[in-house]
């Protein structure tokens, strides 16, 4: 009896440790296969919260390098905000200029009227121009139409015929004065907004934009004078732009509009700015500036190159302005010098060196390198005379040059007009 009762107690025991192992083993598989799952959901969505964190990095950086008031922010084009910005500043003018024409009756005057645009530089009222657009101070009559409508005269402080540029005044206080940017910052490529009054006052404030298309670019007109140092663009500039506003996309005035390539669209061309920056800092300073006189008349070598039969004799140097006459007594120059640089800048034409000579004032000194009977010489000179105060200055026009006959009976122009 006893022996029999051992055998079915580890029976018993048997089928207790089976059934606990049977179970142990699901709970083991299922805690199992749930892990696994969990793996498996959380390695799918780590990719796609990866992306959304990049996403989110991205526009946080893209969020901080956008400029405030940027285009894309504001929802406005470039020449839009330009527009906002720069329109108020820019104006149209319009002249009255007395002419005399030769007629078979004899000489018969009359008035001519001239419209043209001008950027105000000053809250006081000071407005930068071209010189042709005052008929290069030949004129009876200015007046001055502002964006607003309203209008008024203005007087003539300064104007460089050679440089085609101009300073008039209207009074005021508190004019809506442009910002005046860097030309020299400007590149080819670079995109920029004109505004000026094409074809009269009907298109006031009219708009145009494009890129430059070229610097430095030198351009001859029919009365024979040559302007260099220009910028090339393609916004349209016709007649009536001219004195009017190129713009940088900041809205700031990088440019003064003053011509086109004849009948071509899409070539136009802007003085820089910087040229005229010294006399529009001292017009701010002192209401006024005048240029200083050298006392010389003078054409530069390349032209004269040009001049059939023409004997120069040894000038030893291919650049620079050759010296046709001194108007001053106590001048250090000498008819026959070639001027070829003005404390260390060069000089290669009559435009490049009233550029330089606007840098100077009454009593100020400079070195001329000079070459007299072709050897180089360094003069020392003293600016004493305001050329506003010199007869000779203001007859010395190259709209006025003399006409002579040689001894073949043909008509000739004397190119000796420029005068500094």
């Known amino acids: 009896m006893t022996n029999k009762r051992k055998s079915g107690s580890g029976f018993a025991h048997f089928a207790s440790g089976l059934l606990g192992a049977i179970v142990g083993g699901a709970l083991v598989y299922f805690l199992l296969a749930g892990g696994l799952a969990n793996s498996e959901d959380s390695s799918n969505e780590t990719p ?17 390098n956008k400029e405030p008031g940027s285009y894309e922010d504001r929802g406005q084009s470039m020449e839009s905000i330009v527009v906002e910005k720069s329109i108020d500043s820019v104006v149209g003018i319009n002249t009255i200029s007395e002419v005399v024409n030769e007629t078979f009756f004899g000489p018969q005057s009359g008035y001519v009227e001239g419209i043209g645009s001008g950027s105000i530089v000053s809250e006081d009222g000071f407005i930068v121009t071209n010189s042709h657009v005052v008929s290069d101070g030949n004129v009876s009559e200015i007046n001055v139409l502002f964006n607003d409508g309203t209008s008024q005269k203005a007087e003539l402080i300064w104007n460089d ?9 209207v009074d005021g206080e508190n004019l809506p004065a442009i910002d005046i940017g860097d030309s020299d910052k400007i590149d080819v490529g670079d995109r920029v907004v ?17 890129i430059i298309s070229g610097l430095n670019r030198s351009v001859s007109f029919n009365t024979g004078a040559t302007m260099d140092g220009l910028m090339q663009t393609d916004a349209a500039i016709n007649s009536g732009n001219s004195g009017g506003a190129l713009l940088n996309t900041e809205g700031e005035l990088i440019g003064i509009n003053t011509a086109k390539a004849g009948n071509s669209d899409g ?4 003085i820089p700015i910087n040229i005229v920056k010294p006399v529009i800092e001292r017009v701010r300073e002192t209401g006024s500036f005048s240029s200083v006189y050298l006392g010389i008349t003078g054409q530069s070598i390349d032209y004269l190159k040009q001049i059939p039969n023409i004997n120069l004799g040894n000038l030893g140097t291919d650049k620079g302005v050759y010296v046709v006459s001194v108007f001053d007594r106590n001048s250090d120059f000498k008819e ?7 404390d260390g800048k060069e000089v290669t034409d009559m435009t490049s060196l009233r550029k330089v000579l606007l840098n100077y004032s009454v009593g100020d ?13 360094e003069l020392d000179i003293s600016f004493n005379i305001d050329s506003s105060n010199v007869d000779e200055f203001s007859n010395a026009r190259p709209g006025m040059m003399d006409r002579q006959e040689d001894n073949g009976g043909h008509m000739w122009m004397n190119p000796f007009f420029n005068l500094p």
């Open 48 to 64: 796609n919260l990866q992306a959304n964190r990049q996403e989110e990095t991205l526009d946080n950086k893209n969020s901080e």
């Open 194 to 210: 004109a505004i000026g009054n094409p074809l009269g006052f009907e298109l006031q404030s009219t708009v145009t934009s494009g």
């Open 267 to 270: 070539i136009g061309f802007a």
């Open 365 to 377: 000194s400079a070195k001329v390198k000079v070459f007299r009977d072709g050897k180089e010489e």
């Open 161 to 169: 015929q050679s440089l085609d540029l101009a300073i008039i005044k």
């Open 336 to 342: 026959g010098d070639v001027i070829t640089e003005v």
